[in-house]
Protein backbone atom coordinates (compact mmCIF):
# COMPACT_ATOMS: atom_id res chain seq x y z
CA UNK A 1 0.00 0.00 0.00
CA UNK A 2 1.38 3.38 -1.09
CA UNK A 3 2.27 6.09 1.85
CA UNK A 4 -0.15 8.98 0.69
CA UNK A 5 0.97 12.40 1.84
CA UNK A 6 -1.68 15.34 1.55
CA UNK A 7 0.10 18.69 1.71
CA UNK A 8 -1.09 22.57 1.50
CA UNK A 9 0.46 23.34 -2.07
CA UNK A 10 2.74 22.10 -5.00
CA UNK A 11 5.56 24.33 -2.99
CA UNK A 12 5.26 22.32 0.19
CA UNK A 13 5.49 19.01 -2.01
CA UNK A 14 8.57 20.43 -3.68
CA UNK A 15 10.03 20.74 -0.31
CA UNK A 16 9.33 17.23 0.64
CA UNK A 17 10.50 15.53 -1.85
CA UNK A 18 13.76 18.06 -2.36
CA UNK A 19 14.44 17.03 1.53
CA UNK A 20 14.54 13.74 0.82
CA UNK A 21 16.89 13.51 -2.38
CA UNK A 22 19.12 16.03 -0.04
CA UNK A 23 18.79 12.79 2.14
CA UNK A 24 19.83 10.49 0.08
CA UNK A 25 22.69 12.43 -1.87
CA UNK A 26 24.00 13.18 1.40
CA UNK A 27 24.37 9.74 2.21
CA UNK A 28 25.18 8.64 -1.24
CA UNK A 29 27.00 10.85 -3.12
CA UNK A 30 26.71 8.47 -6.28
CA UNK A 31 23.00 8.14 -6.12
CA UNK A 32 20.62 7.73 -9.34
CA UNK A 33 18.03 9.62 -9.39
CA UNK A 34 14.80 9.19 -11.62
CA UNK A 35 14.00 12.40 -13.48
CA UNK A 36 10.35 13.32 -14.44
CA UNK A 37 9.60 16.45 -16.60
CA UNK A 38 6.41 17.73 -17.02
CA UNK A 39 5.11 21.07 -14.67
CA UNK A 40 4.67 18.14 -11.82
CA UNK A 41 8.25 18.25 -10.54
CA UNK A 42 9.09 22.05 -11.27
CA UNK A 43 8.63 22.86 -7.16
CA UNK A 44 10.93 19.61 -6.48
CA UNK A 45 13.87 21.20 -8.65
CA UNK A 46 13.32 24.46 -7.53
CA UNK A 47 13.41 23.41 -3.77
CA UNK A 48 16.38 21.67 -4.61
CA UNK A 49 18.20 24.64 -6.01
CA UNK A 50 18.94 26.09 -2.16
CA UNK A 51 18.97 22.73 -0.50
CA UNK A 52 21.42 21.23 -2.50
CA UNK A 53 24.06 24.10 -1.82
CA UNK A 54 27.17 22.48 0.29
CA UNK A 55 25.99 18.96 -0.61
CA UNK A 56 29.00 17.54 -3.14
CA UNK A 57 26.63 16.23 -6.08
CA UNK A 58 29.21 15.80 -8.46
CA UNK A 59 28.58 11.54 -8.59
CA UNK A 60 24.90 11.98 -8.47
CA UNK A 61 23.77 10.52 -11.92
CA UNK A 62 20.20 10.85 -12.99
CA UNK A 63 17.74 9.37 -15.87
CA UNK A 64 14.90 11.16 -17.41
CA UNK A 65 11.63 9.14 -17.50
CA UNK A 66 11.23 9.32 -21.42
CA UNK A 67 11.68 11.83 -24.65
CA UNK A 68 9.57 12.95 -27.68
CA UNK A 69 11.03 10.86 -30.85
CA UNK A 70 12.49 12.64 -33.98
CA UNK A 71 12.59 16.26 -31.62
CA UNK A 72 15.90 18.24 -31.90
CA UNK A 73 17.87 17.45 -28.64
CA UNK A 74 18.09 21.49 -28.52
CA UNK A 75 14.42 22.22 -29.59
CA UNK A 76 13.39 24.14 -26.12
CA UNK A 77 10.58 21.33 -25.33
CA UNK A 78 12.81 18.10 -25.92
CA UNK A 79 13.00 17.21 -22.32
CA UNK A 80 16.60 16.73 -22.80
CA UNK A 81 16.30 20.77 -23.09
CA UNK A 82 14.16 20.45 -20.37
CA UNK A 83 16.16 18.47 -17.71
CA UNK A 84 19.45 20.50 -18.87
CA UNK A 85 17.38 23.57 -18.27
CA UNK A 86 15.60 22.75 -15.37
CA UNK A 87 17.66 20.82 -12.98
CA UNK A 88 21.24 19.78 -14.20
CA UNK A 89 22.33 23.94 -14.35
CA UNK A 90 20.54 25.17 -11.84
CA UNK A 91 21.74 21.77 -9.51
CA UNK A 92 25.46 22.21 -10.57
CA UNK A 93 25.33 18.22 -12.08
CA UNK A 94 27.73 16.96 -14.02
CA UNK A 95 25.57 16.41 -17.48
CA UNK A 96 27.59 13.65 -17.96
CA UNK A 97 26.10 11.65 -15.75
CA UNK A 98 22.63 12.74 -16.63
CA UNK A 99 21.24 11.40 -20.02
CA UNK A 100 17.53 11.34 -21.18
CA UNK A 101 16.73 8.50 -23.93
CA UNK A 102 17.69 9.01 -27.67
CA UNK A 103 15.38 10.14 -29.40
CA UNK A 104 17.01 10.00 -32.86
CA UNK A 105 15.48 8.31 -35.45
CA UNK A 106 18.75 6.97 -37.04
CA UNK A 107 19.30 4.80 -33.70
CA UNK A 108 15.74 4.30 -32.26
CA UNK A 109 15.70 0.56 -32.97
CA UNK A 110 18.23 0.45 -30.18
CA UNK A 111 18.04 3.60 -28.39
CA UNK A 112 15.17 1.55 -25.46
CA UNK A 113 17.76 -1.47 -25.32
CA UNK A 114 20.98 1.04 -24.53
CA UNK A 115 18.77 2.95 -22.18
CA UNK A 116 17.85 -0.32 -20.36
CA UNK A 117 22.02 -1.20 -20.02
CA UNK A 118 22.92 2.43 -19.24
CA UNK A 119 20.69 2.74 -16.15
CA UNK A 120 21.51 -1.50 -15.00
CA UNK A 121 25.05 -0.55 -15.50
CA UNK A 122 24.69 2.46 -12.96
CA UNK A 123 22.82 -0.01 -10.50
CA UNK A 124 19.41 0.91 -10.83
CA UNK A 125 17.41 3.90 -10.09
CA UNK A 126 17.43 4.87 -6.04
CA UNK A 127 14.64 7.47 -6.22
CA UNK A 128 12.22 7.92 -9.41
CA UNK A 129 10.40 10.80 -9.10
CA UNK A 130 6.52 10.37 -10.90
CA UNK A 131 4.13 13.31 -12.27
CA UNK A 132 0.68 11.24 -14.04
CA UNK A 133 -1.11 12.44 -16.68
CA UNK A 134 -4.70 12.67 -16.78
CA UNK A 135 -4.56 9.37 -19.14
CA UNK A 136 -3.27 7.65 -15.91
CA UNK A 137 -0.11 7.47 -17.49
CA UNK A 138 3.18 7.41 -16.08
CA UNK A 139 6.27 8.52 -17.90
CA UNK A 140 4.41 7.90 -21.64
CA UNK A 141 3.32 5.01 -20.98
CA UNK A 142 -0.46 5.26 -21.98
CA UNK A 143 -3.52 2.50 -21.37
CA UNK A 144 -2.92 -0.72 -22.43
CA UNK A 145 1.21 -0.64 -21.80
CA UNK A 146 2.39 -3.61 -20.26
CA UNK A 147 3.56 -3.61 -16.74
CA UNK A 148 6.28 -5.83 -18.06
CA UNK A 149 7.86 -3.14 -20.44
CA UNK A 150 11.32 -1.69 -20.45
CA UNK A 151 11.85 1.23 -22.20
CA UNK A 152 10.56 1.39 -25.91
CA UNK A 153 8.71 3.44 -28.24
CA UNK A 154 5.56 4.42 -27.74
CA UNK A 155 2.70 6.50 -29.92
CA UNK A 156 1.19 9.43 -27.90
CA UNK A 157 -2.44 8.95 -27.70
CA UNK A 158 -4.31 12.60 -28.84
CA UNK A 159 -5.22 13.26 -25.11
CA UNK A 160 -1.55 13.29 -24.12
CA UNK A 161 -0.72 15.98 -27.31
CA UNK A 162 -3.33 18.30 -26.81
CA UNK A 163 -2.49 18.33 -22.72
CA UNK A 164 0.84 18.67 -23.91
CA UNK A 165 0.36 21.31 -26.68
CA UNK A 166 0.18 24.31 -23.69
CA UNK A 167 4.24 23.60 -24.65
CA UNK A 168 4.37 24.07 -28.21
CA UNK A 169 2.75 26.48 -30.97
CA UNK A 170 -0.07 24.83 -31.19
CA UNK A 171 -1.23 20.59 -31.41
CA UNK A 172 0.25 20.19 -34.67
CA UNK A 173 3.63 20.43 -33.63
CA UNK A 174 3.86 18.02 -30.47
CA UNK A 175 5.57 14.59 -31.67
CA UNK A 176 3.51 11.56 -32.47
CA UNK A 177 5.94 9.74 -30.79
CA UNK A 178 8.01 9.24 -27.56
CA UNK A 179 10.44 6.88 -26.01
CA UNK A 180 9.82 6.15 -22.39
CA UNK A 181 10.83 4.08 -19.88
CA UNK A 182 8.28 0.78 -19.44
CA UNK A 183 6.39 0.34 -16.34
CA UNK A 184 8.96 -2.39 -15.66
CA UNK A 185 11.61 -0.01 -15.81
CA UNK A 186 9.68 2.59 -13.09
CA UNK A 187 8.69 -0.58 -10.87
CA UNK A 188 12.71 -1.50 -10.71
CA UNK A 189 12.96 1.62 -8.84
CA UNK A 190 14.16 1.47 -5.26
CA UNK A 191 11.24 4.40 -4.04
CA UNK A 192 8.92 5.73 -6.27
CA UNK A 193 7.61 9.09 -5.60
CA UNK A 194 4.66 9.95 -7.26
CA UNK A 195 2.92 13.91 -7.18
CA UNK A 196 0.10 15.17 -8.38
CA UNK A 197 -1.65 18.80 -7.88
CA UNK A 198 -5.09 19.80 -8.80
CA UNK A 199 -8.58 18.64 -9.34
CA UNK A 200 -7.75 17.51 -13.17
CA UNK A 201 -5.43 14.86 -11.78
CA UNK A 202 -8.04 13.65 -9.05
CA UNK A 203 -9.31 10.74 -11.33
CA UNK A 204 -6.28 9.39 -12.10
CA UNK A 205 -4.61 9.69 -8.84
CA UNK A 206 -7.88 7.35 -7.28
CA UNK A 207 -7.12 4.90 -10.32
CA UNK A 208 -3.34 4.69 -9.23
CA UNK A 209 -3.12 4.52 -6.24
CA UNK A 210 -6.83 2.19 -4.82
CA UNK A 211 -8.27 1.22 -8.25
CA UNK A 212 -8.18 -2.20 -10.03
CA UNK A 213 -4.47 -3.10 -11.39
CA UNK A 214 -4.86 -2.52 -14.48
CA UNK A 215 -3.18 -1.55 -17.56
CA UNK A 216 -6.22 0.64 -18.22
CA UNK A 217 -4.88 3.15 -15.76
CA UNK A 218 -0.76 2.85 -16.07
CA UNK A 219 -0.16 4.35 -12.68
CA UNK A 220 -1.95 1.69 -10.87
CA UNK A 221 1.20 -0.22 -11.63
CA UNK A 222 2.27 1.86 -8.35
CA UNK A 223 0.23 -0.49 -6.50
CA UNK A 224 3.03 -3.64 -7.12
CA UNK A 225 5.74 -1.69 -5.45
CA UNK A 226 6.76 -2.21 -1.73
CA UNK A 227 7.94 1.73 -1.61
CA UNK A 228 5.70 4.40 -2.92
CA UNK A 229 5.27 7.54 -1.46
CA UNK A 230 2.46 9.49 -2.94
CA UNK A 231 2.60 13.35 -2.45
CA UNK A 232 -0.93 15.31 -3.57
CA UNK A 233 -2.32 18.71 -2.78
CA UNK A 234 -6.15 18.35 -1.25
CA UNK A 235 -7.71 19.12 -5.22
CA UNK A 236 -5.75 15.88 -6.60
CA UNK A 237 -7.01 13.98 -3.36
CA UNK A 238 -10.60 14.79 -3.52
CA UNK A 239 -11.67 11.76 -5.29
CA UNK A 240 -9.40 9.09 -2.70
C1 LIG B 1 3.85 14.26 -19.53
C2 LIG B 1 5.11 13.44 -19.13
C3 LIG B 1 4.90 12.69 -17.87
C4 LIG B 1 4.20 13.62 -16.90
C5 LIG B 1 2.79 13.85 -17.36
C6 LIG B 1 2.06 14.92 -16.59
O1 LIG B 1 3.38 14.01 -20.78
N1 LIG B 1 5.62 12.56 -20.14
O2 LIG B 1 6.14 12.21 -17.37
O3 LIG B 1 4.15 13.04 -15.63
O4 LIG B 1 2.72 14.04 -18.73
O5 LIG B 1 2.42 16.21 -16.97
P1 LIG B 1 2.23 17.46 -16.07
O6 LIG B 1 3.12 17.25 -14.88
O7 LIG B 1 2.71 18.64 -16.88
O8 LIG B 1 0.81 17.53 -15.72
Known sequence: ???????????????????????????????????????????????????????????VRGFALDEYVGIDPHHPESYRSVITKEVVEPLGLDPDRIQTPNGALETISHAGDDYERAIAAAGGIDLQILGIGTSGHIGFNEPGSSFASRTRVKTLIEQTREDNARFFDSVDDVPMHCITQGLGTILSARHLFLLAFGEGKARAVAGAVEGPISSSLPGSAIQLHEHVTVVIDEAAASQL
Open 1 to 59: MAEVIIVPSAAAAGVLVADEIVKLVSARPDAVLGLATGSTPMPVYEALRSRLTGVDVSQ
